[in-house]
């Protein structure tokens, strides 16, 4: 059968894994499918199950669109799904079960390159450290050009990837065309088991750490645990959880434990009891640790696509005053799924609780069936263990509420001009940081800027394309400079300097490095935060999650 997911699939996927303190319902399913089966938890003896199957038949045999026996199991399971007024609810095929494992683990079977549309060209723009790619001597730039004998000059990144990926301890013969070098370079590679880290850490400015998590995958807790000890030396630290879908509830305490001190409350879920109608049950955990940075300020980075096991991190540390919260309300992602295995490799999702912070706010933002926003009519006042007022309904509202940087007009329409010139401005902007980023490669140099030259050679392309010559100003032509200073440092791996120019126009980054630099102890740092303004009650559709760039990792 093919299952569509819901909208929100991508974006929303927690896994639920047991945990400490928590239980979760992992059902298999018995029996040997056939329809009409008795004893199965009381369903299949029912007269409604009778009618419903027998509906099912009469359709089948005399119904005006002919459909067979599988497309309507499918169309009844859907229906059923959508009837349960649970966005967050969906059948998962086999492809889908292993796409969200990768998702959330971070593992998948391959080669460790990142690939990327550059000059219309498949670019390998990253190789991943310890995999088969590094030890076979792949290098960022190399474009492939052939994959098993088929010509991949025309293929798509994900053409590329999808040929490039296969199953563990099997071979794949690989062609790529290096600068420089006249002929392809053929590669013979055995694909392997092959992790990404979900964690990024760097100094910024000196004296402050950053620690950036872009899911709750496994071994996250000890990737964090590992950079915390680097950074000790740093006045303060920032954990950027912005853009964080979520993951693994069982890494989310394990994370949360790591700032708290033993004996705290982690979060508590009210769920539902497998198998008894209208009984909820209440568990709670609990730190298990002592605090690995006692005292260390720190402020977590939030927007609005950070869910689920994120938001307990952060709804947590906030509620015991370990941390400042800065940026958007969370998604609001705060409702338990429990995931039974189904017969075929497929498996059911199903909302059977919901999550609780431990001063008692519920994380769980109501939505309907298409995921959108229900909001309530007030939002509680809650207060956190040092008596801060803290913010209720769903989600986790910030502190210091710092909405994303938005572009200006003038840089509107330098977008718009460069759409309608057909010239596809980001790639440009990605494909000349690379050749520049390329060049000091290979002199074995690190630039402080973006060289000005480069520059404008860069905006002499975009005009000799056909953008519009009013359009670049000065205010443009300085956005345009600094988004290729930061691309720049991003290729080169000089994530620090990156950061540094991104603080440039990003607000909420900005604002935790500030207050990093002036408070030396927590007890500094939450007193900088002002009393914060009951928030208005507006509605939001739920986001896309659609991704920005064409990458993948094969």
Do not use: C
């Not at 791996?493 to 102890?521: M, P």
């Amino acid at each position: 059968m093919v299952f569509r997911s819901l909208p929100l699939v991508a974006l929303l996927i927690v896994a639920l894994l047991p945990a400490p303190g928590f239980a979760q319902q992992f059902t298999p399913f018995s029996g040997s499918g056939e329809p009409g089966e008795r004893n199965r938890g009381g369903l299949g003896d029912s007269i409604e199950a009778e009618v419903f199957l027998g509906a099912l038949q009469a359709i089948r045999d005399f119904g005006l669109s002919g459909e067979n026996t599988e497309e309507l199991w499918e169309k009844a399971i859907r229906g059923l799904i959508r009837e349960l007024d649970d966005p967050y609810a969906d059948v998962l095929t086999p492809d889908q079960v292993r796409a969200f494992e990768e998702e959330s683990t971070g593992n998948y079977a391959g080669i460790g390159v990142q690939i990327t549309e550059l000059n219309e060209r498949v670019t390998i723009t990253a190789v991943f450290r310890n995999t088969p790619a590094d030890r076979e001597g792949l290098l960022v730039g190399d474009w492939i050009v052939e994959v098993d004998g088929q010509d991949a000059t025309d293929w798509s990144v994900a053409e590329a990837s999808n040929n490039i990926r296969g199953e563990i301890g099997t071979t794949v013969e690989v062609k790529v065309q290096r600068e420089g070098i006249a002929q392809p370079i053929p590669v013979r590679i055995r694909r392997d088991q092959v992790h990404i880290p979900a964690v990024t850490s760097e100094r910024i400015f000196g004296d402050v750490g950053y620690i950036l998590l872009d899911r709750v995958a496994r071994n996250s807790a000890a990737e964090v645990d590992s950079v915390l000890a680097e950074l000790d030396d740093t006045r303060g630290i920032i954990l950027d959880l912005r853009r964080n879908p979520g993951g693994y509830l069982d890494e989310s305490l394990n994370l949360a434990d790591l700032f708290l001190d033993r004996g705290s409350t982690l979060v508590t879920t009210r769920s539902r009891t497998p198998g008894l109608t209208g009984q909820v049950r209440e568990e709670s955990a609990f730190a298990r640790r002592p605090a690995r940075i006692q005292g260390k300020p720190l402020i977590i980075l939030v927007d609005r696509f950070s869910a689920s096991a994120s938001e307990i991190v952060a709804g947590a540390l906030q509620d015991h005053d370990r941390a400042v919260v800065i940026g958007e309300r969370t998604f609001g992602k705060g409702s338990v799924q429990s995931v039974i295995p189904l017969p075929g490799d497929h498996m059911i999702r199903l909302t059977s609780g919901e999550w609780f912070t431990p001063r008692g706010r519920s994380l769980n933002r109501p939505r309907d069936r298409d995921g959108r926003v229900v909001e309530p009519d007030s939002i509680p006042r809650f207060t956190s263990e040092g008596g801060r007022t803290i913010w209720g309904g769903g989600g986790v509202y910030p502190d210091m509420e710092i909405r994303p940087d938005t572009l200006t007009t003038g840089e509107q329409e330098l977008f718009n001009a460069a759409i309608t010139a057909e010239i596809p401005l980001q790639q440009r902007l990605q494909e000349t940081a690379f050749q520049v980023a390329q060049r000091y490669r290979e002199a074995g140099e690190s630039p402080r800027t973006f060289p000005r030259q480069d520059v404008d050679a860069f905006l002499e392309r975009l005009l000799d394309d056909g953008l519009d010559p009013e359009v670049l100003t000065d205010e443009t032509r300085g956005y345009l400079t600094w988004q290729l200073e930061r691309t720049l440092f991003e290729r080169l791996d000089l994530v620090g300097r990156s950061l540094e120019v991104l603080s440039q126009r990003d607000g909420a980054l900005s604002k935790a490095i500030e207050l990093l630099q002036q408070a030396s102890t927590l007890e500094e740092l939450l007193a900088m935060v002002p009393e914060p303004d009951r928030p208005a009650i507006q509605a939001r559709a739920a986001p896309g999650s659609g991704g920005e760039t064409d990458e993948e990792s094969p």
